[in-house]
């Protein structure tokens, strides 16, 4: 069966230091990977996707950057972090037939102070 | 990016009755999904329901049905028979077509309380 684990789960960070959250799947092969970020009481903004290794689409301009150096491995990075970037951050992956649903991780809660 | 609107931020319900939650979207897209996702307090993502934009007739799961209006473009979630545990989030979702990359894009949320 087909498994996702993000972590960490929590993280606290000062303003202006670097980010790096992975995400990785398992029991699948070449699945769609997202990066989606849940700020208080808020919905969840989609920020990068991506159909392959190395092939990512970015959403929103923003401060953070993603990389899948391998199929079934998916980051998010921070080179300077800002108050603005904190939230619950979830990864998640589908596959590539039609009308496949979403799996999601469970989240990363990040507070940067 | 496509626009996925929840007009309510917070419903609540009786233990036992019926409520639903609203949806509307805007696409020009015709092979689409629509999907109900509900997320509970422990925060973990769980998919409710799905629906194919080529399929006129409305999905159901046990208690939790859509009523899926395709030119109007809106798609509400219907739970019967509201239970405590269904208190939680509920957000609506947009799958776009495989063609164009296979993005997710999800309504601002609902919260339901459901009362005993």
């Known amino acids: 069966s087909q498994t996702i684990h993000q972590w960490p789960a929590t993280l606290v960070q000062p303003v202006g230091s670097p980010l790096s959250l992975e995400c990785t799947v398992e029991?699948?092969?070449?699945?769609?990977l997202y990066w989606y970020r849940q700020a208080a009481g808020r919905g969840l903004q989609l920020l990068f996707y991506?159909?392959?290794?190395?092939?990512i689409s970015s959403e929103v301009p923003q401060n953070l950057s993603a990389s899948r150096p391998q199929d079934r491995q998916f980051i998010l990075s921070s080179k300077k972090l800002l108050l603005s970037d904190s939230g619950f951050y979830l990864c998640?992956?589908?596959?590539?037939?039609?009308?496949?649903?979403?799996?999601f991780g469970s989240g990363t809660q990040l507070s940067v102070l | 990016a496509q626009t996925v609107t929840q007009s309510q931020p917070e419903m609540s319900v009786q233990e036992a009755e019926t409520v639903t939650l609203s949806c509307t979207y805007d696409?020009?897209?015709?092979?689409?999904?629509l999907f109900w996702y509900k997320q509970p307090p422990s925060r973990q993502m769980i998919l409710v329901i799905r629906?194919?934009?080529?399929?006129?007739q409305n999905a159901t799961e046990n208690r939790f049905s859509v009523n899926f209006q395709k030119a109007a473009k809106s798609f509400s979630l219907k739970i019967s028979d509201s239970q405590l545990g269904d208190a939680a989030m509920y957000f609506c979702?947009?799958?776009?077509?495989?063609?164009?990359?296979?993005?997710?894009?999800f309504g601002t949320g609902t919260s339901l309380t459901v009362i005993p």
């Open positions: 991506s159909v392959g290794i190395g092939q």
């Open positions: 629906q194919e934009a080529y399929k006129q």
């Open positions: 029991g699948t092969s070449n699945p769609n």
């Open positions: 696409t020009s897209e015709s092979d689409y999904y």
């Open positions: 998640a992956w589908s596959g590539r037939g039609r009308g496949e649903k979403l799996f």
């Open positions: 979702a947009y799958r776009r077509p495989a063609y164009t990359g296979n993005q997710f894009y």
